[in-house]
């Protein structure tokens, strides 16, 4: 089993940061990607960054230019910068991460429990 754990969630003013953080740890042979997404109230889980082995990241359009999504693979962690923050960004947010497994050779997909990012004056 793999467990993600997201941290660094909080209430922030507009126009302020943030920095999440996300630990994978558990039968971990290799990771794959690694991505962050959002749910808000009423609303579906959408997609917010990824990050591939080889470091290649995409964004949803919604934060690019805002967001930063970067990885350390040495210590299987996955991290978001948020600058400049709207009130829209509000969300819990999730991170996800697809590799391989130590245990069995097999393959892995595990989401984190969410960390809750509030925007508000």
């Known amino acids: 089993q793999v467990q993600l754990v997201e941290s660094g969630g909080g209430l922030v003013q507009p126009g302020g940061s943030l920095r999440l953080s996300c630990a994978a740890s558990g039968s971990i042979a290799s990771i794959n990607a690694m991505g962050w997404y959002r749910q808000a109230p009423g609303k579906q889980r959408e997609f917010v960054a990824v990050?591939?082995?080889?470091?290649?990241?995409d964004y949803a359009d919604s934060v690019k230019g805002r967001f930063t999504i970067s990885r350390d693979n040495a210590k299987n962690a996955l991290y978001l910068q948020m600058n400049s923050l709207k009130p829209e960004d509000t969300a819990v947010y999730y991170c996800n991460a697809a590799g391989y497994s130590d245990y069995d050779g097999g393959p892995f997909g595990s989401w984190g429990q969410g960390t809750q990012v509030t925007v508000s004056s």
């Open positions: 990050i591939t082995s080889g470091d290649n990241t």
